[in-house]
């Protein structure tokens, strides 16, 4: 038995695999984002369309997103926030991060879902992403030629900028 891609811990066969073959549905909108993921990683993208909400899935485009599953090595996911989602629930919310290697390169694909339940069944309906927070410098930054703030006396460049 193999771990599951979603990162449950659960051995696959257990975990994700009934959901994606339809064996099962998904009992939360965290279920189903993870199996979502699992769709990825194991490049079962049409998956991907069919717990798509019906009424998003003439905007899918299903070869696009099996070139990205391909074509990227899926490394971690990490659930960073669950809202509402549960199995009485109509509506869910999840925020993760999915970390995929794509040409040598290690992309963070950070993002917040929605999820709706219909008839009993959960659906992805759409994902907005989380874009980075700019970071800002508390202090002023220092010049190669100023004097270094250490207190030496010496220009920072000879000193502390070493």
Same mark, same amino acid.
């Given at each position: ?19 994606? /073959? =339809? !064996? ?10 993870? &199996?979502? #993921? ?45 809202? /509402? =989602? !549960? ?10 991060? &999915?970390? #995929? ?62």
């Amino acid at each position: 038995m193999t771990q599951c891609f979603c990162g449950s811990g659960q051995p696959f066969e257990t975990c994700c695999q009934p959901i994606l /073959d =339809g !064996a099962e549905a998904a009992k939360t909108a965290e279920a189903l984002m993870r &199996a979502r #993921y699992t769709a990825f990683a194991a490049r079962r993208t049409e998956f991907l369309h069919e717990s798509l909400h019906p009424e998003h899935r003439q905007d899918h485009d299903l070869a696009a997103t099996r070139r990205w599953a391909e074509n990227s090595e899926w490394l971690n996911l990490d659930v960073l926030d669950v809202q /509402d =989602g !549960a199995a009485d629930d109509e509506q869910g919310t999840v925020e993760f991060i &999915a970390t #995929y290697k794509e040409r040598g390169v290690i992309h963070p694909h950070h993002e917040v879902s929605q999820f709706q339940r219909v008839d009993g069944a959960w659906y992805f309906v759409e994902g907005r992403l989380v874009m980075p927070k700019t970071e800002t410098r508390g202090q002023p930054k220092v010049g190669r030629n100023e004097p270094c703030p250490c207190g030496s006396g010496k220009k920072y460049k000879k000193c502390c900028g070493r």
